[in-house]
Structure formats: C-alpha cells, structure tokens
C-alpha cells in the first residue's frame, strides 16, 4: 500500500461455474471473512451522485481520477452501517468510510438530516458540502450477494459477487421485499482482486488456468443503466 492508502483492483467478469470452481480453490488456501456468516453476506448501496452525473459520465468516458460515495450496509441489518467515498486513479483505489447509525443513514437516504452540530467527521462534512453545492443525491441501489476471501499475511482479499440487481431510489434503505432489476448476463459473477503492490505468486498460480481477462466493470454504471 502506498502512503496514500491506495491499493491495486482488478475486476473479471466470470461464469458461475468459474467462480464456484475458485470458490473452492480459495477456501482451501484463503480464509472466508469472519464477518460472511455461512461464506456470504448480502450487501445494498445507495450510490449518489450530482446534478451533471459526474461519478456515472466519468466511468463512462474512462476518467483516470475519479470518485463516489455511497451509503452501505450488510444483510439488511442497521447494526453496521457505513458512508463511503471510493476514489480511483487508474488501477488504484482508496476507500475512506465513516460509520452511521440506523437513523442517520435513514435520513441521509431521504435527504433530511442537516450538517449543522450532527457530526464532526471530515467524510461526512464533505458529503454536506457535496450535497449542498454539487445537488448531491441518491442515483441507485446496488444489491448483491458477496463470497469474500482474505489473507491477512499479504493483505490480500479476493471476492465473488453474484445476483447484483439495481433498485430505485424509492426503496427504503433496508427493505428486503422491494423489486430488483437483474444486470449481470444469466450465469455470470464478477471477480475482485486487491492487494498493495503485488498479488501473491501462489494465488496467482491458483488462477492461472482460469479463463478471464480483467475489465472494468462497474457495478454501478451497470445498475445504472439497468433503471
């Protein structure tokens, strides 16, 4: 990792039977993440973005630096809710999060809470201010369903994302009933891989006979253009 905490990412789109074939090929070498009860968790985000659609047209047209932020949680469960910023120059990423409660990220969602004495966080200040001067609002929800792997010795974490679906902007944060758009081709996964500044030569012999070719997808601009 660099001094400025961004770490490599690399994005495959792959079939289901490859990524239940590295499924098994990871556990055997990686451990599932502690917090993936039965290897899974289901993940919603509430991207947003500006009035001009920066964070959506930048990834379109292939923008070297660019950013979003998004309101994230785990299984439908308030308990552990987070407001991210994802930065990307390049190939590299950086990921800065402040924690939310229930209520906050609730109002956050609906556009209610005001700066004003709520909290000091620096993320949080400039989402107000981004919100305030740019019309930052909700674009789309991004469900999926998340295989995570770590190692913690290389700082390495690889995972599987399969069933990603966009919502509208009108469900409620943590609404588990609402309808989902589909947006993945049938049978299809996609593969993350970060690490700091190299990727492991043992995961990289695991998955040289895999047929994949990184691409950048995004499962944003995919639900996006889903809705």
């Known amino acids: 990792m660099n001094e400025r905490g961004f770490r490599y990412e690399q994005k495959y789109l792959i079939s289901l039977q490859t990524a239940i074939l590295l499924q098994s090929r990871l556990a055997a070498i990686m451990d599932v993440d502690p917090h ?47 407001l991210e910023k994802k930065e990307k120059i390049g190939c590299l990423t950086r990921k800065t999060a402040v924690r939310l409660d229930g209520l906050l990220a609730r109002q956050l969602a609906s556009g209610e809470v005001e700066p004003e004495g709520r909290n000091s966080a620096p993320l949080l200040n400039e989402f107000f201010m981004l919100r305030s001067m740019a019309l930052l609002r909700p674009a789309v929800y991004v469900d999926y369903d998340r295989f995570p792997f770590v190692c913690a010795e290389s700082h390495t974490r690889i995972t599987i994302d399969a069933n990603v679906a966009a919502g509208f902007t009108t469900m409620e944060l943590f609404d588990r009933e609402r309808l989902t758009v589909p947006v993945l081709p049938e049978e299809t996964a996609i593969l993350e891989i970060k690490f700091d500044d190299h990727l492991p030569a043992h995961l990289v012999w695991l998955m040289e006979d895999i047929p994949m070719q990184v691409q950048a997808v995004s499962k944003y601009c995919l639900c996006r253009d889903a809705i």
């Open 36 to 82: 993936a009860a039965g290897g899974r968790y289901h993940i919603r985000s509430l991207y947003f973005d500006d009035a001009d659609h920066t964070a959506f047209f930048s990834k379109l047209n292939g923008m070297d630096e660019r950013s979003k932020f998004r309101i994230r949680h785990y299984d439908f469960c308030d308990g552990f809710v987070s």
